[in-house]
């Protein structure tokens, strides 16, 4: 458990994921893949980074040349109007983590809150940001939103009590013991961690429109010859539809639409849907196997266990 100074609150608690970050070696091959493939659009291109937004949200992925391939950070918002990245250092800092407050890091953010989460993933929090002008057309799949990162994690307990306890995040659902599923704005699940050998991201997730659009975004990856690796099927916990396929780096993207949202905390369930188990749906620990796993019947290959 950790100890906060203060618990959070309206003006520390995180509301949305909205970047994340990936270094790569070839930043021109992923770059190709989010546009021409998942259909983003480059925002903003420095030196050091290519910002690239969905066509309804302004920035969502961020890719920096590296020596490796990997998810190198995340960047969550706080409240634009009671956010107060003060009071959310000092909670940080209280678990002798390190923390910084910085300005102009990101070319949209003046300030923003720095520090390492507890495997280690670099953390950016921020209040505002500075909207791009307009809307921009895409090809490629064109997804709503950057819906969630999913990490395998060797402590799964640490790190969902430092979400929950320090950023806010709320508990969802559980599998077992080993794999947590975290919210922190009506979406079932922001950020989902499972007990594995290694602290990694274990696939990155984009928010299609609807079904018809996970139709359409499978013609695309069939056309560019990537093939999927699970779904199309319907998650039990979360009862989102999926498809899995993997970036031109080998990360696993899935896309999804249909997620559960609890739109009324205080009526503590899910809005009600069709395909649910229970009248109401609340959050629970559900047993492992192929219920909590994909209601269409078919298990995860071992390939996208792995990560
Ligand atoms: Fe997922």
Redesign the pocket.
């Known amino acids: 458990m950790y100890l906060a100074a203060t618990k959070p609150n309206n003006a520390t608690r995180t509301r949305r994921l909205a970047d994340i970050i990936f270094e790569t070696p070839d930043i021109e091959r992923l770059l190709s893949y989010y546009v021409d493939t998942i259909g983003l659009s480059v925002v903003e291109r420095t030196p050091d980074a290519v910002y690239l937004g969905a066509s309804s949200q302004d920035y969502c992925v961020v890719l920096k040349p590296g020596a490796q391939t990997q998810c190198n950070g995340l960047s969550f918002q706080i409240s634009p109007e009671e956010g107060d990245l003060g009071a959310l250092h000092k909670l940080v800092q209280a678990q002798g983590i390190a923390a910084e407050l910085r300005q102009d890091a990101n070319p949209s953010i003046n300030t923003s809150l720095h520090f390492k989460d507890p495997k280690g993933t670099n953390i950016e929090v921020f209040a505002k940001r500075t909207a791009r002008s307009g809307q921009v057309a895409s090809r490629g799949i064109g997804p709503e939103k950057l819906g969630?990162v999913?990490f395998s994690v060797t402590d799964v307990n640490k790190i969902v009590r430092f979400y929950v306890d320090v950023l806010g995040f709320r508990e969802s659902d559980w599998i077992g013991d080993f794999f947590a599923f975290l919210r922190c704005s009506p979406d079932h699940?922001t950020v989902?961690f499972v007990r594995g050998k290694t602290d990694k991201m274990h696939?990155v997730?984009f928010e299609l429109k609807d079904w018809a659009h996970v139709q359409t975004a499978c013609e695309t990856l069939g056309k560019q010859h990537i093939p999927l690796l699970w779904g199309p099927g319907r998650h039990g916990v979360g009862h989102?539809i999926?498809t899995y396929h993997r970036d031109t780096d080998g990360h696993i993207v899935?896309l999804?639409t249909e997620i559960d949202r609890i739109h009324d905390e205080d009526l503590g369930y899910f809005e009600p849907r069709p395909w649910h188990e229970e009248v109401p749906q609340r959050p629970k620990v559900w047993p492992p196997g192929l219920a909590a796993a994909n209601q269409w019947g078919i298990e995860a290959p071992h390939t996208m266990l792995e990560g």
């Open positions: 969630h999913a699940h989902n696939h997730a989102n999926f899935e999804f």
